[in-house]
C-alpha cells in the first residue's frame, strides 16, 4: 500500500490538504435514465438522497443532470440549466452549517458559464477539455476543475479504441490538458484528475487503469477514481444490473486506497465509507 502523495486542492474559498482519509463523493442524478436507476426529476426526491449522503458521510455532492449514457439523446442546454439551477439553490438554502463540497457534472461550457457563479465548488467535467472553455470558466468562479481522460466528444460511444499502452497515453493526455488549464488561467491547486474508468476503454485498460493508477501521481494533483457500479466490474462478475455491482465497487474502492487514490465518486455512500473506514484502521 502507497501513501497518499502530499498536495492540495483550492476551491471557491477552501483548501484541502492531503494526505488525509479518502474523499467520497456522493452521486445524485437529475434525470430519468441514469445507468443505475437512481435517478429521478422529482427535485424533493433528489434532496431526499442528497440528505442520506451527507448524513452517511459524503464529503462532495456531484450533481449530474443529464446521464453519460451513449445509447440516451443529448438534453438541451436550457433543459440542464432548468434541472440544476433549482437543486443548487435548494442545496445552498438548507446546507448551511458545514456542507460538504459541491460538484456539478457538465461537459458544455454554456452550462458551466450560468450554473457555477451560484456557488459551486469542482466542475466534474466528462469532456476531456477539448477547448479551454472550462478551464477559464473555473479561474473565473474559484471553482476546481476536475479533467477527465477520455476520447472524442461525449454521449457518443467509443467501443473499439485501443491503445497500445493506455498509461503511457493517459500520462500524455493530462500533460496536454493540465497545461491547457494552466494556460487558460487556472491554477494548479484547482486541477483533479480523473482516469475515466469505462470512458473510451475495453475491459482491459480499465483493469490497468486500477493496477497502475499509482503512475498519475507524478502530476502531483490529486486523483478521483470513478469506481461505482462500473461496467468493468460488470463483465469480471457478469453482473448486467448495476445496482447488484456494490460489492465489486467496494473491491475497486480498496484496490483505489491501496494505490493513494485521494477520491472515490460513488453511489453507495454508506459501503463506500466503511470500506474506507476499514482500510484507515488496518493501516494505523
Avoid at 16 to 31: A, D, L, W
Avoid at 75 to 83: G, K, L, Q, V
Avoid at 245 to 255: E, L
Amino acid at each position: 500500500m502507497i501513501d497518499q502523495p502530499t498536495t492540495s486542492l483550492k476551491c471557491h474559498g477552501k483548501t484541502i490538504h492531503f494526505p488525509r482519509k479518502p474523499m467520497v463523493m456522493s452521486i445524485v442524478n437529475i434525470n430519468d435514465d441514469s445507468f443505475s436507476g437512481d435517478g429521478t426529476l422529482d427535485a424533493d426526491k433528489a434532496m431526499e438522497l442528497t440528505r442520506r449522503h451527507i448524513k452517511a458521510g459524503a464529503d462532495i455532492i456531484d450533481i449530474g443532470a443529464e446521464s453519460a449514457r451513449t445509447n440516451r439523446d443529448a438534453i438541451s442546454i436550457d433543459e440542464e440549466i432548468a434541472r440544476l439551477s433549482p437543486f443548487i439553490d435548494a442545496f445552498k438554502e438548507e446546507f448551511t452549517d458545514r456542507p460538504p463540497l459541491l460538484s456539478i457534472n457538465t461537459w458544455r461550457p454554456e452550462v458551466a458559464n450560468a450554473i457555477l457563479p451560484l456557488g459551486v465548488d469542482i466542475l466534474n467535467d466528462i469532456g476531456a477539455l477539448p477547448t479551454p472553455e472550462n478551464a477559464e470558466i473555473c479561474a473565473k468562479n474559484d471553482t476546481a476543475l476536475l479533467i477527465m481522460h477520455s476520447v472524442g466528444a461525449p454521449k457518443v460511444a467509443h467501443l473499439s479504441e485501443k491503445y497500445p499502452d493506455v498509461i503511457s497515453t493517459m500520462r500524455a493526455f493530462f500533460e496536454e490538458k493540465i497545461e491547457i488549464a494552466l494556460s487558460a488561467g487556472l491554477s494548479g491547486e484547482r486541477i483533479i484528475l480523473d482516469p475515466g474508468i469505462d470512458f473510451a476503454k475495453q475491459r482491459d485498460d480499465n483493469l490497468r487503469v486500477y493496477r497502475d493508477l499509482e503512475e498519475l501521481h507524478s502530476f502531483g494533483r490529486p486523483i478521483l477514481l470513478p469506481v461505482s457500479r462500473k461496467t468493468v466490474i460488470g463483465d469480471v462478475l457478469k453482473i448486467e444490473n448495476p445496482q447488484d455491482r456494490d460489492a465489486g465497487t467496494v473491491s475497486s474502492i480498496i484496490a483505489g486506497i491501496q494505490r493513494g487514490a485521494h477520491i472515490f465518486r460513488v453511489h453507495n455512500t454508506d459501503a463506500a465509507l466503511q470500506a474506507i473506514q476499514t482500510m484507515d484502521a488496518l493501516k494505523q
